[in-house]
């Protein structure tokens, strides 16, 4: 058994501290989050795709009572709102979520499991030699493993390595919640009543939209290349009492959009950063970092949460079997778990830049090329093999089928197996 100590109690954090907790090591997750302002913090819809949920099914984690099987995604075109194609799955299920809902539902599974969570508690140093944690109030905490799921700007992965810089990127998404009592017009209550997610394309823009059947919301997602947030870097997130500039700047979108941004009273903007680092471990393996930490990315993939459940998984499964006294192990461990991940987020990170470069297309002959393939592209996705190809172009279906229909625990164990660990493997 394994004492780990866990920072953020974000989507990351809490799916790593279950992974662990429900193979009996002692977990415990440091959130500087005050636990008033967890209970009722908002947060933007995120979809998680097959392979997300092949690894919540796996763990037995029910989160049907907050997100709903949303059957795939509508590509529309701004001006009208017409569909330009329907993208589900070959295989498998995609749920549709509020961030701040499922992260609600993982903190009951994983204090169903024992996992002690601390809330405003802020860490401000680590020594990845021995490991230990420092809290702001000078206690020192002396765990076996230290994951850093502390988000974006990560204080453990500044800590291993103090060159790496976020990158703040100019562009911005605007979330917002209409609920559904205010919008009367049959094509929006065809919207409400349909529980596929739809996505709006225009020019240096594209708009995320589902119905939230729990929350008795529509959610809105604007994304904005030209949104020219980089003349504060510092600033993240934003609140918008205003609603001015965005009815503005969308006036001439079609579809649901009109009626939506009427009712719309308020928005949060939420600058979009991304990051990597040179190595996801310490020399010694026993601080690692995870999720956002590491690879946070644009969120155009539509694969940002399901990474980090990704990395969750592969974690517990690599360092199921493994004690204290396991130091070699654990470095060993450590550097396969970035082997594993690192590879297939970087390629992640590809997608994500295609797909907003391909999402946001001003109009003429190279957009009109777009439309006319997203017409005819939905259906050779599942002529092709389930398995996909990881080093095909990031837009292509077997580009699709490989990131939806992996399987991050069988890799984990695969990878058991060939290290030569018998002992582990013959368990699983």
Not at 1 to 14: E, F, K, N, Q
Not at 94 to 123: C, E, N, P
Not at 269 to 286: K, L
């Amino acid at each position: 058994m394994l004492s780990v100590a866990i920072a953020g109690a974000g989507v990351t954090g809490l799916a790593t501290a279950f992974a662990f907790a429900r193979y009996g090591h002692k977990v415990d997750v440091y959130e500087r989050k005050t636990e008033e302002v967890f209970a009722n913090e908002g947060g933007a819809g995120i979809q998680l795709q097959p392979n997300a949920m092949h690894i919540l099914d796996a763990w037995g984690v029910n989160i049907s009572a907050v997100g709903h099987v949303s059957g795939g995604v509508v590509i529309r075109r701004y001006d009208s709102g017409e569909p330009l194609g329907v993208f589900e799955p070959a295989v498998g299920y995609q749920v549709f979520v509020l961030r701040s809902d499922f992260r609600r539902a993982m903190l009951s599974q994983a204090l169903a499991q024992g996992v002690k969570i601390h809330f405003g508690i802020d860490i401000v140093d680590i020594d990845a030699s021995k490991p230990s944690l420092v809290l702001k109030d000078g206690v020192e905490i002396r765990p076996d493993l230290i994951i850093g799921a502390d988000g974006h700007r990560s204080k453990i992965r500044q800590s291993l390595f103090p060159s790496v810089k976020l990158e703040v990127q100019p562009e911005c998404t605007y979330q917002m919640q209409v609920p559904f009592g205010a919008l009367h017009s049959d094509a929006i209550k065809k919207t409400i009543n349909d529980p596929i997610a739809s996505i709006t394309l225009g020019p240096g823009t594209y708009i995320v939209t589902s119905p939230v059947p729990s929350r008795t919301t529509l959610d809105l997602q604007f994304f904005q290349a030209d949104a020219g947030g980089a003349e504060d870097p510092d600033r993240y997130y934003t609140f918008i009492p205003d609603m001015t500039h965005l009815r503005e700047r969308y006036r001439g979108f079609g579809g649901i959009i009109p009626e939506a941004l009427s009712w719309a009273k308020e928005a949060w903007e939420w600058r979009i950063t991304e990051c990597s680092a040179p190595s996801w471990a310490s020399e010694n393996g026993r601080v690692v970092l995870g999720g956002d930490a590491v690879h946070a990315m644009r969120p155009a993939s539509g694969q940002g949460a399901g990474m980090c459940i990704e990395d969750a998984a592969v974690l517990g499964e690599l360092f199921r079997n493994v004690s204290s006294n396991d130091g070699k192990k654990i470095e060993a461990l450590a550097k396969i778990y970035q082997q594993l991940r690192k590879p297939r987020t970087d390629r992640c990170h590809e997608r994500a830049e295609y797909m907003q470069t391909s999402f946001t297309l001003p109009d003429g002959k190279t957009q009109q090329k777009r439309d006319a393939a997203l017409r005819h592209a939905g259906k050779k996705k599942a002529s092709l093999p389930l398995r996909g190809d990881s080093e095909a172009h990031p837009m292509s279906h077997d580009f699709d089928n490989w990131l939806e229909q992996y399987d991050a625990i069988k890799e984990a164990r695969d990878a058991l197996r060939r290290a030569g660990w018998s002992d582990v493997a013959a368990k699983l």
